[in-house]
């Protein structure tokens, strides 16, 4: 799969004809199919995805993979691997992640590390994997107390989000994702941000159209940022915001916090720093804090923090860390991101402390 051109489709329906589709149209010809699906997808969609495979006349086997972060591991990484060995995959095969973000990340690193690289594609199923976790690439386990320290750029064939996944999502899934449209929306600014500011907090946590509309423009607008810099080595890094003040929270025991919950506090402290230093208007943090109150994420900053020095210990060993400094993406505006190297582990611990509520 060439760097960063993945095709990317929306629909409400017709999940079957869409898996047809998008099969049929891969060179070289699909020789088989292997499903790797978690315990929450809902068996009726699953069934559908299992129609298009057939009616596109390949062979297919289905394996039940384990979710939750805690089985990001390279253990799960490596277990699937062999698991899709034993299903005989071949270079000519397509392997399907159904999930949420943790499912594809691991589904898509074993894929890479089978022979080389197997071809795959990703049905997401959970909003945090339909705006961001789904899209880019990146795909890996946790490692060393740290975030995806182990992985591989290694890009579906194609994403296909059908909004229905959504109808089954619990409460705290929903919270994890919108930390995630948070952030995209502070990125992107303009007419994504003022369609998240216009929708009401329930219009955001059901499948209606207003938040189908914001899906669609948050996912797009990753894409478009991932094409332009598909190994992160330049702009594709302002897609961290709020992600280094937020990964030792999402690690913590003390924080309980889900992904995008700790991005959601990330972000609190990159706006409130980026107001620090000059670089944007207090206005900013009056917007953030709207749009965090949109999203029903406010609690998440009155929630217990790792001490001073487990923050310290997570923030040094930041895989992004270079010569043990770390870079934070800052705001000048919505839609105006810039990174800013040369902080401690130290230093970013503090500013994550400082930013909690009594």
């Not at 973000?101 to 795959?120: E, I, K, L, N």
Request: glycine share 8%; proline share 3%; charged share 20%.
């Amino acid at each position: 799969m060439k760097q960063g051109k993945t095709k990317l489709s929306f629909a409400n329906g017709a999940l079957s004809d869409h898996c047809v589709t998008n099969i049929k149209r891969l060179r070289p010809y699909v020789s088989s199919v292997v499903v790797c699906f978690d315990s929450a997808v809902p068996e009726h969609l699953l069934t559908q995805v299992l129609s298009g495979i057939q009616k596109s006349g390949c062979d297919y086997k289905t394996l039940k993979v384990a979710r939750g972060e805690k089985n990001k591991t390279i253990e799960h990484a490596a277990q699937l691997a062999n698991k899709l060995l034993r299903a005989k995959v071949d270079r000519s095969s397509l392997v399907i992640a159904v999930g949420g973000g943790t499912t594809s990340d691991v589904v898509g690193f074993s894929a890479s590390m089978v022979m080389r690289g197997v071809r795959w594609a990703c049905l997401p199923t959970t909003l945090l994997s339909m705006v961001d976790a789904g899209i880019g690439g990146k795909t890996g386990v946790n490692a060393g107390g740290a975030k995806n320290m182990l992985g591989a750029f290694h890009f579906p064939e194609f994403i296909h989000i059908d909004f229905r996944w959504l109808k089954s999502l619990p409460v705290r899934e929903f919270s994890s994702g919108l930390g995630e449209l948070q952030k995209t929306a502070l990125l992107a600014g303009g007419q994504l941000l003022n369609l998240c500011l216009a929708a009401s907090p329930s219009q955001l946590r059901k499948p209606c159209t207003q938040l189908q509309q914001i899906i669609k423009m948050a996912a797009k607008f990753k894409a478009k940022v991932v094409a332009g810099d598909p190994t992160e080595t330049d702009m594709r890094q302002i897609l961290n915001l709020g992600h280094t003040f937020g990964h030792p929270l999402e690690l913590s025991e003390r924080s309980h916090l889900t992904h995008g919950e700790a991005v959601s506090y990330g972000i609190r402290c990159a706006v409130s720093h980026s107001v620090e230093l000059g670089i944007c208007d207090e206005k900013l943090v009056k917007l953030n804090d709207k749009l965090q109150q949109k999203m029903r994420l406010e609690y998440v900053n009155e929630l217990p923090l790792p001490t001073a020095s487990t923050l310290r210990q997570v923030l040094a060993r930041d895989k992004k860390s270079k010569g043990g400094e770390l870079t934070l993406v800052l705001l000048e505006k919505a839609g105006r991101p810039m990174l800013r190297g040369g902080y401690s582990a130290a230093a970013v611990a503090k500013i994550v402390i400082a930013n909690r509520l009594a």
